[in-house]
């Protein structure tokens, strides 16, 4: 898509054939040639890595709110309408600001490091029963952060099964353009997920567990702001679980593909075990889990010499703007060495990611550990995710 005509008609609702698979080369040329592209419905694309860090960190001017944006999306009242302008991530003060300080403090670095040990055993357990001819993504990438988050929340092992499948059709239900049978499975899994949240929520409420570990004790407790209502209680519980367990299960799955098709970069890592740290920050990087965010403009603002007035849905293309020359020498290359490394993956300003702390843990520990126990895995067959908002591949078959 060189073509300055053909590029300047580049529809995010309606992309090119093959775009989901790869978007790079097009990313590539929206920071050469238009970097802030208006839309056909009026919306705008910013894909400049200092455009999207002005964005974030003016919570005036930028917000978060999703109401307008969303009505003609999923409809007033319904269920993937509800959800999604009362979660944490599209939200605004004070709904964000109380939501995100009772998370924040059950996160903390004492809590997670009580975390490790059992992320260990999870992630060594998932090693040990590996069969000989895994698919690593239903086998481990999406396993651990559903455990883990689990965890968090204190939900019984034995009630865990929908989650991932909940998760996926809500957070499918974020893509630029849907279905009716996409709108259909997401309302569907909001409803099943709240009903199984409200007598989650119930025995918690009869027999609370310990504040300082189980976040939904402490999200029903509240702080010394106040109590959530019962719908923000449901509504970001639901978010939890499932920022929780795409991104990571991305993370950990395009890490495993990345490092299998740069060996060079696999040499490194397995020649340098403590560039692990480093390795996950550009895999965050280079294949960012989320790609797009948005926010909603309050007043008339100008990027790239461009007029963009108020009420205009900004598109935030993440994975444009981690490849921007202009902050990374040689974006196309990866290098599990590269510092800097300012990648916007997890947002920024006060939407930073509140679990990004844990993510990083989480996809340290599953690639070394992995690595460690099978350095000679070969991939046989991939399945890409076919989604736009969030990458990462739906199968992953190897052979250990």
Known sequence: MSDAATLRSFDLADPP???ADNPFPVYDALLAQAPVLRQPDGSVLLCRHADLETVYKDTARFISDKKAAFAPKFGIGT???EHHTTSLVFSDPPLHTRVRRIMTSALTPRALQRMEPGLIATVDALLDAMPGAPCLIEDFASVIPIQIIGNLLDVPLDERGPLRDWSLAILGALEPALTQAQLARGHAAVEAFQAYLRDLIARRRAKPGDPDTDVLT??????????????????????????????TT??????????????????????NPELIASAVEEILRFRSPNQLGNRETTQTVEFGGQVIGAGTNLHLVIGAANRDPAVFEAPAHFDISRKPNRHLAFAGGPHVCVGLTLARMEGRIALARFLARYPGYR???????GRL?????AALHARL
Do not use: K, V
């Open 17 to 19: 054939d093959g775009f």
């Open 79 to 81: 269920p993937l309408y």
């Open 218 to 247: 402490r999200l029903i407790e509240g702080d010394d702001g106040g109590q959530l209502s019962e719908s923000e209680l449901i509504h970001n519980c639901i978010f939890i679980l499932n920022a929780g367990h795409e991104t």
């Open 250 to 271: 991305n993370l950990i799955g395009n890490g495993l593909a990345l490092l299998h098709d740069h060996p060079d970069q696999m040499a490194l890592l397995q020649e």
């Open 379 to 385: 991939l046989t067959a991939r399945q890409p995710g």
């Open 389 to 393: 908002r969030f990458r990462g591949y």
